[in-house]
């Protein structure tokens, strides 16, 4: 290895973090997986790998490529790589905070997935592709554009102004400007109860869950950004107001689309919009599926615990989505970025990563085989319907 390449290595790629451990000993915390958080990068860019493939090859099935990789190719890689349990030592977490690596990585994804939907509407609007094909890349443009929400996801918790803008800015990709405010100060704050529009109640399926999901996450961000801006004196059409912010950077940009390659254009957002929404709430779904907090003697739920979430430690979905599956530890530091999330011993754990997770929910019978069973055997459940969160049409039956 030459000495530049060496030095870009341990410099960027390998850094050390010395630290001393509870005994006084002189330790050095690497983070093993620090080059392979590039692949939450270099993800979102699929849908450009499928054009490749297709101009490359000309076999319209290469644009399902990134699809098939996705549902099948990455539970396979997370079975082969197994989970990773380890934890930073808390005594290096503020440098690993601080280190400004992790921060670029994400703000350097935003861009990437705007090109992705350029990209795809481009190349769509060029005639070349049938129907079956035109229809396939869409769709795969549209699980690019749910990963957006991912790359929001994270930066939207955190306080630094580029964070939050860039978050603006990766929501409009898939018209789901509202996420933010939403999943802030609604779902963090009514999560694991029947409240929660976001949190799933055991018996219902994904796509009950969906009509319920999609347009109570939309309402209840409007209604908190609407209180927001009145305890400034606002009114809600205020340029301040923070959902509106995104929806007209989005209306820029896909309304452009859709000046430069008519109304083709607005089809091809529409399923890639739709699409990109359905991969939020296959997240949602799986996140708090059954979980419920319990309330007190004042009748207030108790604080969220790490028990409320479901969690996996599968290395390749976690690399790719920004450790976003070490939930519970996001739900109790909500600022704390991907890099230093933790492993808590006795949370809920699901028996795949994400994707594997999605196309398990996307035949119910198999979800509820699997998950009900998991759900009820909890420890701090141990079968009581009471601790669940329940779908009120399974009230009285017994399971």
Same mark, same amino acid.
């Given at each position: 290895?030459?000495?530049?390449?060496?030095?870009?290595?341990?410099?960027?790629?390998?850094?050390?973090?010395?630290?001393?451990?509870?005994?006084?000993?002189?330790?050095?915390?690497?983070?093993?997986?620090?080059?392979?958080?590039?692949?939450?990068?270099?993800?979102?860019?699929?849908?450009?790998?499928?054009?490749?493939?297709?101009?490359?090859?000309?076999?319209?099935?290469?644009?399902?490529?990134?699809?098939?990789?996705?549902?099948?190719?990455?539970?396979?890689?997370?079975?082969?790589?197994?989970?990773?349990?380890?934890?930073?030592?808390?005594?290096?977490?503020?440098?690993?905070?601080?280190?400004?690596?992790?921060?670029?990585?994400?703000?350097?994804?935003?861009?990437?997935?705007?090109?992705?939907?350029?990209?795809?509407?481009?190349?769509?609007?060029?005639?070349?592709?049938?129907?079956?094909?035109?229809?396939?890349?869409?769709?795969?443009?549209?699980?690019?554009?749910?990963?957006?929400?991912?790359?929001?996801?994270?930066?939207?918790?955190?306080?630094?102004?580029?964070?939050?803008?860039?978050?603006?800015?990766?929501?409009?990709?898939?018209?789901?400007?509202?996420?933010?405010?939403?999943?802030?100060?609604?779902?963090?704050?009514?999560?694991?109860?029947?409240?929660?529009?976001?949190?799933?109640?055991?018996?219902?399926?994904?796509?009950?869950?969906?009509?319920?999901?999609?347009?109570?996450?939309?309402?209840?961000?409007?209604?908190?950004?609407?209180?927001?801006?009145?305890?400034?004196?606002?009114?809600?059409?205020?340029?301040?107001?923070?959902?509106? *912010?995104?929806? +007209?950077?989005?209306?820029?940009? =896909? #309304?452009? @689309?859709?000046? !430069?390659?008519?109304? &083709?254009?607005?089809?091809?957002?529409?399923?890639?919009?739709?699409?990109?929404?359905?991969?939020?709430?296959?997240?949602?779904?799986?996140?708090?599926?059954?979980?419920?907090?319990?309330?007190?003697?004042?009748?207030?739920?108790?604080?969220?615990?790490?028990?409320?979430?479901?969690?996996?430690?599968?290395?390749?979905?976690?690399?790719?989505?920004?450790?976003?599956?070490?939930?519970?530890?996001?739900?109790?530091?909500?600022?704390?970025?991907?890099?230093?999330?933790?492993?808590?011993?006795?949370?809920?754990?699901?028996?795949?990563?994400?994707?594997?997770?999605?196309?398990?929910?996307?035949?119910?019978?198999?979800?509820?085989?699997?998950?009900? *069973?998991?759900? +009820?055997?909890?420890?701090?459940? =141990? #079968?009581? @319907?009471?601790? !669940?969160?329940?779908? &009120?049409?399974?009230?009285?039956?017994?399971?």
């Amino acid at each position: 290895m030459s000495n530049p390449v060496r030095s870009l290595w341990s410099g960027v790629l390998s850094r050390r973090y010395p630290f001393k451990d509870q005994l006084g000993q002189s330790r050095v915390y690497v983070d093993k997986k620090r080059p392979w958080w590039l692949a939450s990068v270099i993800y979102p860019l699929f849908p450009l790998y499928a054009i490749a493939l297709y101009t490359i090859t000309g076999a319209t099935w290469t644009l399902a490529v990134p699809l098939l990789l996705s549902y099948f190719g990455i539970p396979l890689l997370d079975y082969w790589l197994g989970e990773d349990a380890s934890n930073p030592p808390e005594a290096v977490v503020p440098e690993l905070e601080n280190d400004p690596y992790y921060r670029v990585l994400t703000w350097i994804t935003v861009p990437l997935h705007y090109l992705a939907l350029l990209g795809s509407v481009w190349f769509a609007m060029r005639g070349d592709l049938g129907p079956a094909g035109w229809v396939i890349l869409a769709v795969t443009a549209g699980l690019a554009g749910g990963v957006a929400v991912n790359t929001a996801h994270e930066m939207g918790h955190k306080r630094h102004w580029v964070d939050q803008w860039l978050a603006k800015f990766a929501l409009a990709v898939p018209f789901y400007g509202h996420f933010s405010v939403e999943h802030n100060f609604g779902h963090h704050k009514e999560v694991a109860t029947p409240e929660d529009p976001a949190s799933a109640r055991m018996g219902e399926s994904i796509y009950r869950f969906a009509l319920r999901e999609m347009p109570g996450g939309l309402l209840r961000a409007w209604n908190i950004e609407k209180s927001r801006q009145s305890r400034r004196g606002r009114s809600v059409w205020s340029v301040h107001n923070e959902i509106l *912010q995104s929806y +007209l950077i989005s209306l820029i940009l =896909q #309304g452009g @689309l859709i000046v !430069v390659f008519g109304w &083709p254009a607005a089809l091809f957002l529409l399923i890639h919009n739709v699409v990109a929404w359905f991969q939020l709430t296959s997240a949602n779904y799986i996140e708090h599926y059954g979980l419920l907090r319990q309330r007190d003697v004042k009748g207030r739920y108790e604080r969220c615990q790490p028990h409320h979430s479901w969690n996996s430690n599968h290395v390749m979905s976690n690399l790719v989505l920004f450790h976003l599956e070490r939930h519970s530890d996001h739900h109790a530091n909500p600022q704390r970025r991907y890099q230093s999330l933790r492993d808590f011993e006795d949370v809920p754990r699901l028996p795949s990563g994400y994707f594997g997770m999605y196309l398990l929910a996307y035949i119910p019978p198999l979800w509820f085989r699997v998950m009900d *069973q998991r759900l +009820l055997a909890l420890p701090h459940i =141990q #079968g009581d @319907l009471s601790r !669940v969160n329940l779908d &009120p049409r399974r009230k009285g039956v017994t399971v």
